[in-house]
């Protein structure tokens, strides 16, 4: 079945930092890709979205691009703040229709000043 | 208000208690999920539905049972709880035919954390 393997964490940064996560799936047809944010005691909430081949998504400095050649979605922002420390959650959406989003395991980001 | 709540925020329950974790969103989605999240396992998909009175199972159904009478309302039960059952619940909702179309972005509560001692 479709399935998503980001990188362990957790992941420590000082701020200003480039980060990068890894996101690599295995899917059958062409899925969507999202990245999912969960700020400390909050639940999920939806940072970028990529919908087909190529397409680059972006949100608060964050983006990712939908590489169907090497299967992967990987989250990158060019200086992170103390601010976006989370658990980054890669997630794909089977185009068929049939099955719920399939997420990652999460990545732990902390910043530090 | 606005929104998917979840309730109650905090739980502890003992081993064999019956527990129900409520749902209600005010956007009429069509689609609403259960998932855990657990350590190591990141979100694991428990139930969903895709309208009033459909329910489907997800990767882990069993121990859990879930009913949705009403759109807005989708509360998860816990019918004899177990110390395995000890999560953070989500419930989340996403609008039709967003799901069909690829976009299907969900939005998430506020998360139940619950502990079976």
């Known amino acids: 079945g479709d399935s998503v393997t980001q990188m362990e964490g957790p992941v420590t940064l000082s701020e200003e930092a480039f980060l990068t996560i890894n996101c690599t799936y295995t899917?059958?047809?062409?899925?969507?890709l999202f990245w999912y944010v969960q700020y400390p005691g909050e639940g999920l909430q939806l940072l970028l979205k990529?919908?087909?081949?190529?397409d680059k998504g972006s949100n608060k400095g964050f983006e990712a691009t939908y590489r169907k050649e090497t299967t992967s979605f990987h989250l990158e922002k060019g200086s992170v703040q103390v601010s976006d420390s989370a658990v980054y959650f890669c997630a794909l959406s089977d185009h068929s229709g049939n099955t719920p989003l399939v997420f990652g395991k999460g990545t732990r980001l902390s910043v530090i000043a | 208000d606005a929104g998917i709540t979840q309730s109650p925020r905090y739980k502890i329950t003992e081993t064999g208690r019956q527990v129900t974790l409520m749902c209600h969103q005010t956007?009429?989605?069509?689609?609403m999920f259960w998932y855990r999240q657990d350590l190591g396992h990141g979100l694991r998909l428990i139930y969903y539905?895709?309208?009033?009175?459909?329910?489907d199972k997800g990767e882990v159904p069993d121990g859990y049972v879930v009913s949705r009478s009403k759109t807005e309302n989708f509360p998860l039960t816990l019918e004899s709880a177990t110390r395995s059952q000890t999560s953070v619940y989500f419930c989340?909702?996403?609008?039709?035919?967003?799901?069909?179309?690829?976009?299907?972005?969900?939005?998430f509560g506020a998360g139940s954390r619950l502990t079976v001692l």
């Open positions: 956007w009429s989605h069509s689609y």
């Open positions: 899917a059958t047809g062409y899925p969507s």
């Open positions: 539905s895709a309208a009033a009175d459909i329910t």
């Open positions: 990529a919908t087909k081949a190529d």
């Open positions: 989340a909702s996403s609008t039709d035919p967003a799901h069909l179309s690829g976009a299907n972005v969900l939005t």
